[in-house]
């Protein structure tokens, strides 16, 4: 779509919806939010940018192709809830660890955050697929009514 | 622990061979060979152990939740088993090496011969059932890549597909069976099921489970009418043949009815069962070998009749038929083994298998020619071979049955066909003139007549001094029979008994039917019996599943989304009004007061939807759709949900960029007429009684005590205030793993049917 106002918002909202997004995900275990909608913000973000402009400004944006997020969200995932073995705990049981910060107070650390990290990438990986593959890709043949 | 490190070590190897032998094809099978030789040495030093009080074992927990361990022990029948797999695997995987020399794929017939040589060995050594299982199933898997290697050959896909079909069929039947056990007897340990054994033997269940296990047993090990697999079996390549259908596999079920004769024998359905299939298997197996002239098949016929004969003797169940079992099965493995590896020589020199075509060979291939006569004349039960120390035994624990005379004249006659069958195998192809096609035949390399040679001569060896294998086949015998299970004295002479004198009749009988092998054969091709038998039934099963699966497709699938959608939603529609015809009467939830802000959203969703419905323009419908996603959203605000709320907004405009790509690229017309009637009322049906159920679930007291509890445990077990996130990523975070790869599953999929296609990129 070429429409500059909405290319200008666009610019200027994108940042803000990405920020948004990684603050849902980081929060999401103590208030609403969490990985799964963070991912689709991030993906909401990502595709009001690809209206904007279009596919390939959006892949130079992103770099990685959706196939190898979706790979690596669900490498993270696996690695989290495998982690735990490692220590002679059963698969997926969670581990905490509590870091001491350099102005005060300590910071919470544990797997079940990385699993989170892990949907956030699977879902933003997924669903910018989708939405690739039906920018780039081509029409099958015979576009009937009850074929949708 | 040691049981444990030999498995592994097997299993690593498995893993290895491939990549050796891309290294080395020459020296890959020499140095892989080493393996199980030396897990051989390893297990025979600790056959003292295993046959003192306490048998070596090992327990690991593995999936405690559902009993499954680890479990490992070795007493006198395991190591027997381990012994002979691991003894005759060494041999193997040398001869494979040479006789797969030329073979693109020598890498991973090896890699699954070793495979399946692993899982033998778990299969034989585990003490836990389920794990007995999985090697079981393990031994399927591997056995199918066996006999199937020659992959680009018809005949190989389907016989390999056959024994499939037919042992994993019995897997599950022994699956179910196994698991009844263990609720009945409390426990899947196998060398605790004895005290169970009672309960096992009489209980309402007992039938059950016995016909369940025989299943997999049976199967397993091609008793009739489940033998038709193992001669189709024969399009594997000569090495698979001798190890998995003659030495190993084909064992498996003996060796599970040996394991389990303590606790299900002795029961007259038992008996009856064993020794009516092991009979015909027995006798039938060995008639039917004399219808065929390719080698390998009459050599699978004749295990085939074995097989029978073990059966037979573990449905007597006496100690004396427990000691006839090991020492004939051991007989048998070492003869036959040899046997179908002189086969493969054959085959390998000369090009055919066909018994028509063979002869003369003894000049040619000297070595392989008196393996081969070693070996067959153990098979026909001439002294001084140990084939014949178990067929006394075998004669001798018939014959002490009560009313056992006519079971000995039934053996006898199995005998007498097998002793008919042995010259067909082991000697005409050697004796004779020599034929058109043994003309250029010459002996191969010595990793080729070198294993049926050492077997052979195990045989030989075996037999004049048998007390070398005395203490080990008494021990295994004792496992099948009990520990005071009598005492077992192997020698070639035993003094003038009926024994003798039944084995000098088989002989001369034998003799005859050798020398009227031809008419039999032309009288078996005139009976059919491969056509009408139960390959016949096999065949007509799979080929009526597939006109069935054809027409269900044709059906349900005919690649019409509006038809899925419309079954799905027909389908929940019609079981939702099943329970609600039980359940009639006003919801609970109906009676609620509705609040003013309430009613407002309500009204606000029901306009939206009937524009959504109403509209001709795919635009505004699309923007109504949101619209009720959006108000949906808002409830769940007002009903305390604020995560599902904030991943509904997110969602529906998602979902609704997304129909508006689909909707940019395929033509759609709104529909119109009879199809819309049908739609609107299966819609209404279908949301009518999907809120009137939901109204209904309301009603019903929520679930506090599970909500208690994640919102107790919530804060102190997973460091997180937001129990729906809490639930996600930790208590249930298994369910969500599995969610998110469905996700990128689904997400492939678009893209591999929306990708470019590569022909249109070319042009």
């Known amino acids: 779509m070429n429409s500059v106002v909405l290319r200008t918002v666009t610019r200027q909202m994108t940042p803000v919806l990405l920020q948004l997004s990684l603050v849902l995900l980081v929060r999401g275990h103590n208030a609403p939010g969490g990985g799964f909608v963070g991912g689709l913000m991030t993906s909401a973000a990502l595709i009001l940018y690809l209206i904007a402009y279009d596919v390939q400004t959006v892949r130079r944006l992103v770099r990685v192709p959706p196939v190898r997020l979706m790979a690596l969200g669900i490498l993270v995932a696996l690695g989290s809830a495998t982690l735990p073995l490692a220590t002679g705990k059963p698969f997926l ?20 955050m990385l699993f989170d990290v892990g949907v956030y990438l699977v879902v933003v990986g997924a669903t910018l697929g989708f939405i690739f593959a039906l920018e780039e890709g081509e029409v099958p043949e015979g576009g009937h009514k009850e074929d949708i | 622990m040691a049981l444990l490190a030999i498995l592994l070590s097997s299993l690593v190897t498995a893993a290895l061979a491939p990549l050796l032998v891309r290294v080395s094809r020459r020296g890959a099978s020499v140095s892989l060979s080493l393996v199980p030789l030396s897990l051989t040495v390893w297990l025979a030093s600790l056959v003292p152990e295993a046959l003192s009080g306490t048998p070596p074992s090992f327990h690991a927990a593995w999936v405690p939740e559902l009993d499954v361990a680890l479990t490992l022990r070795a007493d006198g029948l395991s190591l027997l ?73 018809e005949e190989a896909r389907q016989a390999a597909l056959r024994a499939l079909v037919v042992t994993a069929l019995g897997g599950q039947a022994l699956l179910l069976g196994l698991l009844l056990m263990g609720w009945v007897a409390g426990t899947l340990t ?49 090495p698979a043949s001798a190890y998995l259908h003659a030495a190993t596999l084909v064992k498996a079920g003996v060796y599970l009815l040996a394991r389990l004769s303590p606790v299900l024998g002795g029961t007259p359905v038992w008996t009856g069962a064993l020794i009516t299939v092991g009979l015909v298997t027995m006798v039938g197996g060995a008639l039917l070998s004399f219808g065929h002239t390719d080698l390998k098949r009459v050599l699978a016929y004749a295990t085939v009749s074995v097989l029978g004969t073990l059966v037979l003797l573990l449905g007597l169940g006496t100690p004396g038929a427990a000691q006839a079992l090991v020492v004939f099965l051991t007989a048998h493995a070492l003869y036959k083994g040899a046997l179908f590896l002189v086969t493969g020589a054959v085959d390998h020199a000369t090009g055919t298998r066909e018994l028509p075509q063979l002869g003369g060979l003894r000049q040619a291939m000297p070595f392989t020619a008196s393996a081969a006569g070693l070996a067959a004349l153990s098979m026909a039960g001439l002294p001084p071979l140990f084939g014949f120390i178990g067929k006394e035994l075998v004669y001798g624990a018939s014959r002490h049955e009560p009313g056992g005379w006519g079971l000995a004249m039934g053996t006898a006659v199995g005998f007498v066909l097998l002793v008919g069958a042995a010259p067909r195998v082991g000697l005409r192809p050697f004796l004779g003139p020599r034929s058109e096609a043994t003309r250029n035949a010459h002996e191969a390399s010595p990793s080729l007549w070198g294993p049926p040679l050492v077997l052979a001569v195990c045989g030989g060896v075996l037999g004049l001094a048998p007390g070398w294998a005395e203490p080990l086949l008494a021990g295994a015998a004792r496992a099948i029979s009990g520990p005071d299970g009598g005492h077992l004295e192997l020698t070639l002479w035993h003094g003038l008994t009926p024994e003798v004198g039944l084995s000098a009749a088989s002989l001369v009988l034998g003799g005859a039917v050798f020398a009227l092998r031809e008419p039999l054969r032309g009288a078996l091709e005139t009976l059919h019996l491969e056509r009408w038998g139960p390959s016949r039934l096999y065949g007509l099963s799979l080929s009526g599943l597939r006109r069935l699966a054809d027409f269900a497709t044709g059906r349900l699938q005919n690649g019409s989304l509006y038809r899925y959608t419309f079954i799905t939603v027909a389908a929940v529609a019609g079981l939702l009004a099943l329970p609600l015809m039980l359940r009639l009467g006003i919801p609970e939830g109906l009676k609620r007061t509705l609040h003013f802000h309430e009613a407002a959203v309500l ?17 505004t419908a699309l923007m109504a759709l949101s619209v009720v996603g959006l108000t949906e959203s808002f409830v769940y605000v007002l009903l305390g949900a604020p995560d599902l709320a904030l991943t509904q907004v997110v969602v529906q405009t998602l979902t ?22 049908r739609d609107a009322a299966l819609s209404l049906a279908a949301g009518g009684l999907i809120s009137w159920t939901l109204l209904h679930a309301s009603a019903a007291p929520p679930q506090t005590r599970l909500a208690e509890a994640y919102t107790s445990r919530s804060g102190p077990e997973a460091h997180g205030r937001n129990v729906v996130n809490t639930i996600l990523v930790d208590f249930r975070a298994l369910d969500t793993l599995g969610e998110t790869t469905v996700l990128a599953t689904a997400s492939l999929g678009v893209y591999l049917l929306f990708r470019p296609s590569r022909r249109k990129r070319q042009t």
């Open chain 2, 81 to 153: 088993m381990a012994l002979l797999i691991t003894g005759l695997g060494t041999l193997i995987v040398l001869y494979a090496g040479a006789y797969l020399q030329d073979s693109p794929r020598l890498g991973s017939f090896l890699g699954w011969l070793l495979l399946f040589m692993a899982s033998m060995l778990g299969l034989v050594l585990a003490d836990n059932a389920l794990l007995l299982f999985a090697c079981w199933e393990l031994t399927s898997v591997s056995s199918f890549f066996l006999i199937g290697h020659d992959s680009e050959q």
């Open chain 2, 603 to 619: 009204a606000l969703l029901v306009l939206a939807t009937g524009l959504a419905v109403m509209t001709r323009s795919v635009l």
């Open chain 1, 93 to 112: 049981r969670a581990a905490w660890t509590k870091l001491p910060l350099p102005w005060g107070g300590e910071l919470s650390l544990g797997t079940p």
């Open chain 2, 190 to 238: 196998l060398s605790e099921l004895h005290a169970a054994g009672p309960a096992l033997r009489e209980g309402p269940l007992s039938l059950a489970i016995l016909l369940l296990v025989l299943g997999g047993a049976f199967t397993k090990s091609a008793q009739v009418p489940f033998h038709f697999w193992l001669p189709s079996a024969m399009a594997a390549p000569t």
């Open chain 2, 656 to 677: 609704v960029i997304l129909f508006a790509l689909i909707f940019s690229r395929f033509p759609v017309q709104p529909s119109g007429g009879r199809s819309r009637r």
